[in-house]
Nanobody
């Protein structure tokens, strides 16, 4: 089993930055793909970013503003969010999977085996 714990969410103003952390414990491996998704009430989880064996990918709405990174020594994945917009307001979840698949596999929430509890990010205008 793998446990994921997100932190770093909060209330910020448009244009500000936040860094989310996803700390992993349990049977983790640096080969796992770790992704970030976000969700607002009444909507499906939206792909934000992923770091996998095939590379790093971002959703179109965050490209150029968000950066995913990984510290294997700390078993932690980060999501640096810059130039935040009110439409970035959501609960952000990190997720992990040991599957070694093509890049498109990691863009879907259903592909992930482990999920954190989520952290709220609110961006005021």
């Amino acid at each position: 089993q793998v446990q994921l714990v997100e932190s770093g969410g909060g209330l910020v103003q448009a244009g500000d930055s936040l860094r989310l952390s996803c700390a992993a414990s349990g049977r983790t491996s640096s080969s796992y793909a770790v992704g970030w998704f976000r969700q607002t009430p009444g909507k499906e989880r939206e792909f934000v970013a992923v770091m996998s064996w095939t590379g790093t990918y971002y959703g179109d709405s965050v490209k150029g503003r968000f950066t995913i990174s990984r510290d294997n020594a700390k078993n932690t994945v980060y999501l640096q969010m810059n130039s935040l917009k009110p439409e970035d307001t959501a609960v952000y979840y990190c997720a992990a999977t040991p599957a070694l698949r093509g890049s498109s596999y990691y863009l879907r929430a259903i592909s992930y085996d482990y999920w954190g509890q989520g952290t709220q990010v609110t961006v005021s205008s």
